[in-house]
């Protein structure tokens, strides 16, 4: 059964800051890895998906990179701003229709101003 | 931007109650998910709905859960008993596709107390 582990739980930076949210899974055969914003009393806003055949994805000040083979994808967040501060959720798929998603249990990020 | 609305907000309800949360998607999406996040837990998945039929769930959505698209906008989760242990975030989530880079849309969720 994938499970998926997001570290650290917590992170407080200053705006301006460029920061790396690890997300890792225990199982390898994974089709698709997302990455997704959740504000509170909100719903989860997709940022990322990167599909199994490819390495990293980029969206703006956005970069989510994928390693299977070390079960890891970080998501990468340059020149932090406090309208970055939510909670970043990882998940993964485990089927090809890339449906049943797998999630870790977020990182909350504060850019302080 | 297109989005998927899920009504109501929040719900109040008593143990043993019969609730059904409601989900409006996009509407030129085919596949349609509810997922459910335990205050403080991970988001789960429950069930995955395609042609009017069940396409994947859960271990969490047992006999107790039920899903219908009842027509051509909406798409509920019943839940026929509630227990105290159901209480939680309800998300609604569509996509257009299944398969390779298959981005879900989540609503804003519906959030069910039993008391």
């Known amino acids: 059964k994938q499970e998926v582990t997001q570290i650290p739980a917590a992170l407080s930076v200053p705006e301006g800051e460029n920061l790396v949210l690890n997300c890792s899974f225990t199982?390898?055969?994974?089709?698709?890895l997302q990455w997704f914003r959740q504000d509170p009393g909100k719903g989860l806003t997709s940022l990322l998906l990167i599909q199994s055949s490819q390495r990293e994805q980029t969206s703006g000040r956005l970069n989510a990179s994928l390693d299977k083979s070390s079960g890891r994808s970080t998501l990468y967040i340059a020149a932090s701003q406090p309208g970055d501060s939510a909670t970043y959720l990882c998940?993964?798929?485990?089927?090809?229709?890339?449906?049943?998603?797998?999630f870790g249990g977020g990182t909350r990020l504060m850019v302080k101003p | 931007e297109p989005e998927v609305t899920q009504t109501p907000s929040h719900q109040v309800t008593q143990m043993g109650q019969e609730v059904i949360l409601r989900c409006v998607p996009i509407?030129?999406?085919?596949?349609f998910y509810w997922y459910r996040q335990i205050l403080g837990q991970k988001v789960e998945f429950l069930v995955s709905f395609y042609n009017n039929e069940i396409s994947e769930k859960s271990e969490i959505f047992d006999d107790q859960f039920s899903v219908e698209r009842p027509d051509g906008s909406n798409f509920t989760l019943k839940i026929r008993s509630t227990k105290l242990e159901d209480s939680a975030m309800y998300f609604c989530?569509?996509?257009?596709?299944?398969?390779?880079?298959?981005?879900?849309?989540f609503g804003a969720g519906s959030r069910l107390t039993v008391l």
């Open positions: 989530a569509s996509s257009e596709r299944n398969t390779g880079a298959n981005v879900l849309t």
């Open positions: 199982d390898s055969a994974i089709y698709n």
């Open positions: 509407s030129n999406h085919l596949y």
């Open positions: 998940a993964g798929s485990h089927n090809n229709a890339g449906n049943m998603l797998t």
